[in-house]
């Protein structure tokens, strides 16, 4: 988890100037260290991943490796068989992936077909083992107490490319980050930033940028508000499912 305090105004300030907070965000770049997670497999990680998926993907083997995944932009390049896909009560919609080392294989309509499993199973058991995964996986992060002359910034990352699904599951997003008033960006599939609830939307856009230039497939998406313990989606607002296209679900 990484938690860069930035200075609200310039070296000696406390104001809320944008020079301030511009300086602020410069200084948190210097000091940024992209996480293991950000960082995307290579082809020979791909291609031993690849060996091990068998002839026939059928349930026994797909149901412990699915998860659910947001989705990319652009990600639907099949239209004869497009992915399977679900909304999110927050509003956004996303995908299901088999987990195969580094890499996720998406789910089908033909794959869901082939199981002979409902679109409820499916999505059942991929949030099931999210569940798990984080059970087992995330740290115990402690609700960051905000000084008067501090912005908190955490991040979370996952090797295997999971964090940004943790908006799926509410209740372990606040066991993770807490249920205080929050925005959540997503970069990557791999790192989800947390923002404190009043930080300006400047700062916000910022912050989020740098990241996704991090990784080689930023999802590109509108920010996410916790609110009074109610997960909302900005782009439920706005019509979009990214910040630079209109929706398209199929």
């Not at 105004?9 to 406390?14: E, K, S």
């Not at 260290?33 to 020979?44: D, E, F, L, N, Q």
């Not at 999110?88 to 082939?114: H, K, N, S, W």
């Not at 905000?146 to 599951?169: I, K």
């Amino acid at each position: 988890m990484w938690r860069p305090k930035i200075r609200r105004g310039g070296r000696g300030g406390r104001g809320r100037t944008r020079a301030g907070y511009d300086y602020a965000v410069t200084e948190a770049y210097r000091s940024w260290k992209a996480p293991k997670g950000v960082i995307s497999p290579g082809r020979r990680d791909i291609a031993k991943a690849m060996d091990t998926i068998p002839a026939d993907m059928g349930w026994d083997w797909s149901q412990p490796r699915l998860m659910p995944v947001l989705e990319r932009p652009g990600s639907d390049r099949m239209p004869d068989d497009p992915y399977l896909r679900a909304i999110a009560d927050c509003g956004i919609g996303y995908g299901f992936g088999l987990e195969i080392g580094p890499m996720f294989a998406r789910v089908t309509r033909q794959m869901a077909d082939g199981w002979e499993r409902s679109d409820d199973t499916i999505r059942d058991v991929a949030l099931a083992n999210l569940r798990r995964r984080l059970a087992d996986d995330a740290p115990g992060f402690e609700v960051p107490r905000e000084a008067d002359d501090a912005l908190v910034v955490r991040a979370l990352s996952t090797p295997q490319g999971f964090a940004t699904s943790v908006l799926l599951v509410p209740d372990a997003l606040t066991r993770i980050f807490g249920d205080v008033d929050q925005i959540f960006t997503a970069p990557a599939r791999p790192m989800l930033l947390a923002f404190a609830g009043d930080t300006p939307p400047e700062v916000v856009k910022l912050m989020t940028a740098e990241a996704e230039r991090l990784d080689p497939h930023p999802l590109k998406l509108d920010p996410f508000r916790l609110t009074g313990g109610r997960l909302m989606w900005d782009g439920r607002a706005t019509g979009r499912t990214r910040r630079n296209g209109p929706v398209q679900m199929s």
